[in-house]
Each structure stands twice: as C-alpha cells, then as structure tokens.
C-alpha cells in the first residue's frame, strides 16, 4: 500500500513539475477515492483536454505483470484516447 502511494505521489509532483499550466488533481491524495483512475489532469485554454492517469508501482525488478480492474478496464475503453 505504501509503495502503490508513493508511486502516485511520484507522478502527481512530476506532472505538477512538467505541466504548471493544467489543473492536476491526485484523487487519494486524502485517501482512497474508489476512482478507477488516480490522476486527472485538464488542459486549461486551449488544451483543455481531460487526461485519466492510473499509476502502477512495484518495489520488485521480478514483477512483469500488475493488477488491472473491471472498472480500469471500462474506463479505459470509455477514454481510449486520454486513459
């Protein structure tokens, strides 16, 4: 668990660093938001394009697979061009 929100804080503060312009919002900053998505990031102008960011971490150089859910899947099918 720790890992998996270290790895969210990670990406939330770099993307912050690359894209000052865009609304970047961590969904379990606070906690888990049950959001099959752990990142939104909207353009503000004229990129204001909405981005769904689902961050995995592993502490292991061993693991090649990771866990996707139903709802990750569905959301990235709703979003093929933005998830």
Not at 21 to 31: C, L, P
Not at 63 to 76: D, G, M, N, P, Y
């Amino acid at each position: 668990r720790t890992t998996g929100r270290r790895g969210e804080e990670l990406v939330y503060f770099y993307l912050r660093w690359k894209y000052p312009d865009r609304d970047i919002q961590w969904m379990n900053e606070e906690g888990e938001s049950g959001q099959p998505f752990d990142i939104r990031m909207i353009g503000r102008g004229k990129q204001d394009r909405r981005h769904l960011i689902e961050v995995k971490t592993t502490r292991s150089a061993e693991q090649h697979t990771f866990a996707i859910s139903v709802k990750e899947i569905e959301c990235l099918f709703g979003n093929p061009d933005t998830y």
